[in-house]
């Protein structure tokens, strides 16, 4: 069974510039979180989908990240402009529907850097 | 804030001894999950453990957990170089389908 693909692995760019991150899940799986990771911290919930709906996006920095599903598979995660402080792993996960306790697999990550 | 707390922050053990990590969390859960991650990669899901449940064992592994004290172990007997990573706890609660991940215990194993 083929993991969470991600792409692309690193990102370097300017403050200010965009920059976009792609996510496959895993194939069945209806739910798909993004989290960011902070140097030396654990994965924070940016936004959460079920299938192509937002389901929570409480932590997402709506002024600047934007995410979207829209064929409730592969999902794209957007930072317009970017600053010094998004520097970091950017997470993607999914995991069954229908699982009462929440296992998630992960995918690779992103690591973006903003100079 | 429902995010767990790991201690140690970091451990650092010879190959062949074991090694213990402590989360203590705030709110009441659901369950509890423990997940590794290597340098530079996503994170691995090792094991989950119910509210009702006391202790579950896989393979080397072996968590504990004590709702009344809000906390969990994870044991790693017999450990090895490759089982150096960062270890991280994660909290499910009724209801909620999302986690809260802990800050995470930096594990060295030395050969």
């Known amino acids: 069974e083929a993991g969470v693909a991600q792409s692309p692995r690193y990102k370097i760019i300017e403050k200010r510039q965009s920059v976009a991150f792609w996510c496959n899940p895993i194939s069945g799986h209806a739910t798909l979180y993004w989290y960011q990771q902070i140097l030396g911290q654990g994965p924070k919930l940016l936004i959460q989908f079920q299938n192509n709906g937002v389901v929570d996006d409480s932590q997402l920095p709506k002024d600047r990240f934007s995410a979207e599903r829209l064929k409730g598979v592969d999902s794209t995660l957007k930072i317009q402009p970017a600053k010094l402080e998004d520097s970091a792993v950017y997470l993607c996960?999914?995991?069954?529907?229908?699982?009462?306790?929440?296992?998630?697999?992960f995918g690779p990550g992103t690591r973006l850097t903003v100079l | 804030s429902q995010q767990g707390e790991e201690d140690p922050q970091a451990l650092s053990i010879q190959e062949g001894e074991n090694a213990t990590m402590n989360c203590s969390y705030k709110t009441s859960i659901n369950n509890l999950q423990w997940y590794r991650q290597n340098s530079g990669r996503g994170l691995v899901h090792l094991i989950l453990i119910r509210s009702n449940e006391r202790e579950k064992h896989s393979g080397r592994l072996r968590v504990t957990l004590d709702t009344s004290k809000k906390s969990s172990s994870l044991l790693i007997t017999a450990s090895r170089a490759a089982d150096t990573a960062s270890y991280f706890c994660?909290?499910?609660?009724?209801?909620?389908?999302?986690?809260?991940f802990g800050t995470g215990t930096r594990l060295t194993v030395i050969p």
């Open positions: 994660a909290t499910g609660k009724t209801g909620a389908n999302n986690l809260f």
């Open positions: 996960a999914s995991s069954l529907e229908r699982t009462f306790f929440n296992e998630q697999f």
